[in-house]
């Protein structure tokens, strides 16, 4: 089992730092080079042609709406943005990649000398955005037998509908000064950049199909030191709070080693989400030469200052400002917000409150029961198979009469399970409450002559003493029961 040293107390002997590379996958409607089909999923390798295959003799063109979406992005990072720059060829083997180099960009990114500010337990961290360049994607290996890596494996799959998917990388310079906020940040990055995009349109950001993942460097050095630690790059997390535990693991996994004289190794690490655990990838001890050059068939990109600025205006309410007015219109507390947005269902509450719930409301479920679900499954709470539209019927539900909130519960878990719209999951699975007078009358006969000194007391004015009724009423109809009709019944039965 691997040492691991104590967060707390390894705070008190190094400081981190932090470097994040995050991939962002655009919604073109075609891939980066080609004219395929840049969509999720279907049949292997469906979603090809001579270019994205790199055949003898294709020759790519340039998506002009992912360098548009480039640009966006840029500028929503207070980027500047290159007047001219190139594409390049970024030479490697690797069996994803079959043209056995990347088209991508090297010296000249589109987007450079970024900047975002966030805010972490009421404290501003900046971190500086070093570069935003385009490039391609590869296509997906899937490892078969062993491990499900490719030690061990009997054999390997390749699957090129990913080859060629425009990628914008975005990349941080050096991020100093988080101290024991260091895993905190880099999630608070991560979650900017994906409400960011999704805001800007330019990608659905989902991390569970790997629209969005970030590779997270992180070393440690003593406190005071004047160099930076030796790093390492645990590839691919792809979700928020992975990217939490995988800083926090680091940090004490690389404690532990420098604690006990030992040093660490520059490279590659896989994250476990199973465990929260990472273990070695490839070594990067030494700098790889990629042997980049321009690319000979793509003809240089020069956006003109004109069309940088008609971008800048399509740009959409920053985050921090969207922040502070839905703060300011829902009325909720810095804690009660902070929830939101530590959850990550800000838009989700937001989309809820505009199909008709309340702020609070809207709080209420998404932070509470759905979170505690996400959590529970392993999934973004945005991944769950349930829209705001829906939580807002259900609230709405709650807000009728036809259910309370225990039975909204069961109703949630019905649109969850695929077996309709909250109202139809009411019918199917009997859920309303049950407000006849007539049932509602014989539950609460039979409830008092059982408890004959609950009901002395509240006949001598013990009020309170109704809820201990109340309680056995709803359970003897299993939760179906209109309290306040029932507690209207006990006392009007016992003045």
Known sequence: MTELADYDDLLTRYEPALGLEVHVELNTATKMFCGCANEFGGEPNTHTCPVCLGLPGSLPVINGKAVESAIRIGLALNCSIASWCRMARKNYFYPDMTKNFQTSQYDEPIAFDGYVDLEVDGETYRVEVERAHMEEDAGKATHVGGSGRITGADYSLIDYNRAGVPLIEIVTKPILGTGDKAPQVARAYVAHLRELVKALGVSDARMEQGSLRCDANISLAPIGADRLGTRTETKNVNSLRSVETAISYEMTRQAAILDDGGRIKQETRHFHEADGTTSPGRSKEEAEDYRY????DLMPIAPSAEWVEELRATLPEPPAERRRRLQAAWGFSDIDFGAVVNSGALTLVEETVQAGATPAAARKWWVTELARRANETGVEIDALAITPAQVAGVQALVDEGRVNDKLARQ??????????????????????????TGALSAAVDDVIAKNPDVAAKIRDGKVAAAGALIGQVMKAMRGQADAAKVRELILEKLA
């Open 293 to 296: 050059f321009a690319e000979p």
């Open 411 to 436: 109703v949630i878990d019905g649109v969850l399970a695929g077996e309709g719209e909250p109202a139809e999951v009411v019918e199917k699975r009997g859920l309303a409450v049950v407000s006849d």
